[in-house]
């Protein structure tokens, strides 16, 4: 992206960051695809953060599995492969990977955790969660040269998988309810930086700020 949603050079001259009115470039014919990864991401994390939170009955959390299938897995795989065009690493990197987290956790949670003993149910799921925390962090690094907005979405998600790993590992509730809380403003975040992008794109001017960071 000259910078997209989420951020790495689509040329050398241009830096302007994601989520804002972007100028011409030798693949200005493909979108940014930033805005869909970042909705996609949001959407599923949202009403999974629901179901941890407390906030919705976990009997309805396979209502996740489509979502993670479809929209916040296949559809932000292609939005990372669209930022490879883009030559936009970070971008790449990040949707890409956080769309194969989504198709992993649903065929974790269809297929693998029904047959694991009950007595390791708890170790899975938290090394799971631990190995994307770890992806993660390094990742948050990463993005405080992106933008305001996207080092946000990535700081709370790290705070998110954080507790989550915390959860898992000692099975406290109340820790997990918390991750789900922090999931659900991850989310509201990524909403966010993703709005932002599509109307500053389709009104072609700033209109909502994503604070850039990278230098110029």
Excluded at 12 to 31: G, N, Q, Y
Excluded at 138 to 149: D, H, I, K, L, N
Excluded at 183 to 201: D, P, Q, R
């Amino acid at each position: 992206m000259t910078r997209s949603a989420s951020g790495g050079p689509a040329s050398e001259d241009t830096a302007s960051e994601p989520l804002e009115v972007r100028p011409p470039s030798s693949v200005d014919h493909i979108a940014d695809p930033g805005p869909l990864g970042l909705a996609a991401f949001a959407m599923t994390t949202f009403v999974l953060s629901c179901v941890n939170a407390g906030l919705a009955p976990k009997s309805v959390e396979p209502v996740v599995l489509p979502l993670a299938l479809f929209y916040g897995g296949l559809a932000q795989l292609l939005a990372g492969m669209w930022e490879f065009r883009k030559a936009n690493t970070f971008g790449a990197l990040a949707f890409s990977s956080y769309g194969a987290f989504w198709l992993s956790f649903a065929a974790y949670v269809k297929f693998i955790a029904p047959g694991l003993p009950a007595a390791d149910a708890a170790s899975a799921t938290g090394l799971f969660l631990l190995a994307w925390t770890i992806f993660t962090a390094y990742m948050t690094v990463a993005s405080v040269r992106v933008s305001g907005a996207v080092a946000a979405v990535l700081i709370a998600l790290l705070a998110t998988f954080v507790l989550l790993t915390i959860g898992a590992y000692s099975g406290a509730a109340g820790i997990s309810r918390l991750g789900g809380y922090l999931g659900i403003l991850t989310a509201v975040l990524a909403w966010y930086a993703s709005f932002a992008g599509v109307i500053n794109a389709t009104f072609k001017k700033p209109v909502l700020p994503v604070f850039p960071t990278a230098a110029r």
